[in-house]
């Protein structure tokens, strides 16, 4: 981080990760106990309120840029917030119906026309969804347990009767809670999965001390693309039918395995010029990248089975989804429609 090593936390300062998990750990997988925090689909944000009571309010992205020009109505709220505070959280923003929209907190992020953010922070307002808190009146508390800091962030909208667009984060120390949020919270768009951490954690920028736990089910799709050769595929691009008939690009799988390469090989056929839905498409490497795969266009005839989690924009699996299987038994008439 750039700040003095023990005056007031400056932009950038790198957030504490998260390393994943298939399943909620045993309780000594931590220091001191287990805490569960609700994880969400928005993007990783820590906001600054100036050592000064009127000085600036900064919000900085993950990779260390700031935001806070494309954000006024949080820079509005601000006011509610002390000085010298430092917290750490998750940016979201809502459609008119109250639903998480991860493709509109997109489009604010990129805006940079002063009437174009204005209109789209009418339309999409901002939430900051509070996790964790660095800095306390202009003092740093990261040495201080999650227990404790936890302890601070709960007083501190207690305190200050603080309401939305600042939210405080559901934490839980029940395994039982933190299940039935996997189990059915999940079904929420914007809500991910469980952020696992220890009650006696400082907190470590940049260090990946956490655990997280993504909720995650098994779906099917069109084999549309594969990466690598129709002898050994390396990762497969996915599709589903909408209602008018059009393959439409839903995902990309992980590496598939040597065993699951070895099936797909004779089961995968070459799409002749001209009669592929895709001729003509890219497809990128990573969400939010420019680079491309190189890929080879297949016959859409084969459905694959796959483990996907809840992070979707608009019908797009948004992290590379796991083959489970291929299914020669389901034909593509029976895949689920985008």
């Known amino acids: 981080m750039s700040a003095e090593k023990d005056g ?3 932009p950038p300062v790198q957030p504490m990760l998260a390393q994943a998990r298939e399943s909620l750990p045993g309780p000594g997988a931590l220091d001191g106990g287990l805490a569960m925090d609700l994880k969400w689909d928005g993007y990783r944000v820590l906001a600054f309120t100036s050592v ?13 840029s700031l935001l806070q020009d494309r954000f006024p109505d949080l820079v509005a709220a601000a006011v509610q917030l002390p ?6 959280g998750e940016l979201l923003v809502l459609r008119g119906d109250g639903v998480m929209d991860f493709g509109a907190l997109q489009r604010r992020g990129a805006a940079s026309a002063l009437g174009r953010v204005r209109t789209l922070a009418k339309a999409f307002p901002a939430y900051f969804v509070a996790f964790d808190v660095l800095q306390v009146e202009g003092r740093r508390v990261l040495a201080e347990p999650f227990e404790r800091r936890r302890a601070l962030l709960e007083g501190l909208f207690a305190g200050h009767a603080l309401g939305p667009p600042w939210t405080l984060c559901p934490s839980t120390r029940d395994r039982a809670v933190a299940r039935e949020w996997l189990e059915t919270w999940t079904r929420t768009p914007g809500i991910e999965g469980v952020v696992v951490k220890g009650l006696q954690q400082s907190y470590r920028p940049g260090a990946r001390g956490w655990l997280k736990v993504r909720a995650r089910e098994s779906t099917e799709a ?3 693309a594969i990466t690598g050769t129709l002898g050994r595929p390396r990762l497969l691009v996915l599709g589903r039918y909408d209602s008018e008939g059009r393959l439409r690009h839903v995902g990309k799988t992980t590496d598939v395995s040597d065993a699951a390469a070895r099936q797909l090989a004779g ?8 009669t592929h839905p895709w001729e003509g498409a890219r497809f990128s490497t990573g969400w939010g990248t420019r680079d491309v795969l190189d890929t080879t266009l297949v016959v859409p005839d084969r459905v694959a089975e796959v483990s996907v989690d809840t992070a979707r924009d608009n019908g797009v699996w ?5 083959l489970v299987r291929l299914r020669l038994d389901m034909p593509v008439d029976d895949v689920e429609t985008f």
């Open 8 to 10: 007031p936390l400056r």
């Open 52 to 64: 000064r009571r009127g000085g600036p309010f900064l919000l900085q992205s993950r990779k260390g």
């Open 83 to 88: 000085p010298g505070l430092v917290l750490d």
């Open 222 to 224: 069109v084999i549309g």
């Open 267 to 274: 089961q995968l056929t070459a799409a002749s010029p001209g």
């Open 318 to 322: 948004r992290h590379p989804v796991r």
